[in-house]
């Protein structure tokens, strides 16, 4: 355990980035070998816009870099926040801080990303992906890169979170949000056992259906069980799924660097009213 915690404090941005470089390559490779959906597109082409979204998210964080730094060290030098005044013993840092960091960092924002208009207009860049594989995982807007550091950062503060346990929350939530948004076929010997701990494919992938009330579930990004508890996880068959969002379908639109990057300043389309229930 002191050899994690000294790697991850003193982690070097060269190993930061091979953790996600890494974790691209090996779900990319993997979901090529093994696809749920084979679905012909232009898939480098598709690549390509979503690692432009990488590239903007990456640089975002870096350059705010020091506010998360500042406040990991603050919170431990003043005894500061939940980890700080109940234990100092490592396990129990490492689970419950874990834990209320996913929560607060990462299910939380996205649940209100979802049902406050203007989060959800730079968040649904993210939703607009019609061919939802691993490099979906880091498409995001740089507004709503800015907002899920913020976030992050108020959990930081909350949970009182030292440095090695930030950097190793940040690590394992790149991992696991490229893994459940990878496009693998996932059997369900191994998915059902799995998701009642994190969230794997099978689960997340529902949550990029384009229609409501399913893309307002399954919001969980390293643990599944927030969506079991607050009553929004949901299990469907992912072979009935369209990715997409319903108000932004046109490739012209969706497919399309400048006009996603203007979209949270063009006005709120209203969800679509749909005659029937659709039931999957």
């Not at 834990?99 to 207009?121: E, M, R, S, T």
């Not at 508890?229 to 469907?236: A, D, E």
């Not at 969002?245 to 389309?269: H, S, W």
Request: net charge negative.
């Amino acid at each position: 355990m002191e050899a994690i915690i000294e790697y991850f404090e003193n982690i070097t941005s060269a190993h930061r980035s091979a953790i996600l470089i890494g974790g691209l390559t090996i779900f990319f490779l993997i979901e090529n070998t093994l696809p749920l959906f084979t679905n012909k597109y232009n898939k480098w082409k598709h690549s390509g816009l979503n690692i432009f979204f990488t590239i903007t998210t990456i640089l975002v964080n870096f350059l705010m870099a020091f506010i998360l730094v500042g406040t990991s060290d603050w919170v431990v030098a003043n005894e500061f926040g939940l980890l700080q005044i109940t234990s100092d013993n490592v396990y129990f840092q490492l689970i419950v801080g874990l834990l209320a960091l996913d929560l607060l960092g990462a299910w939380l924002p996205h649940w209100l990303a979802h049902h406050v208009k203007w989060i959800w207009q730079f968040h649904l860049i993210h939703h607009t992906d019609q061919h939802v594989d691993t490099t979906t995982a880091n498409r995001h807007h740089p507004g709503e890169s800015i907002v899920r550091f913020t976030f992050t950062t108020i959990a930081v503060l909350i949970v009182g979170a030292p440095m090695w346990l930030v950097f190793f929350y940040q690590s394992l939530s790149v991992v696991l949000t490229q893994f459940n948004h990878s496009n693998v076929k996932m059997p369900s010997w191994l998915d059902n056992p799995l998701s009642y701990i994190i969230c794997t494919p099978n689960m997340h992938r529902v949550h990029h259906h384009y229609r409501q009330p399913y893309s307002d579930t399954n919001y969980g990004n390293i643990f599944s069980f927030w969506d079991r508890l607050f009553g929004t996880y949901i299990k469907v068959d992912n072979s009935k799924l369209i990715y997409g969002v319903d108000t932004y379908m046109n490739p012209n639109e969706a497919q399309n660097v400048g006009k996603l990057l203007k979209i949270p300043f063009a006005g709120y389309r209203k969800s679509i009213e749909y005659d029937n229930e659709e039931k999957l």
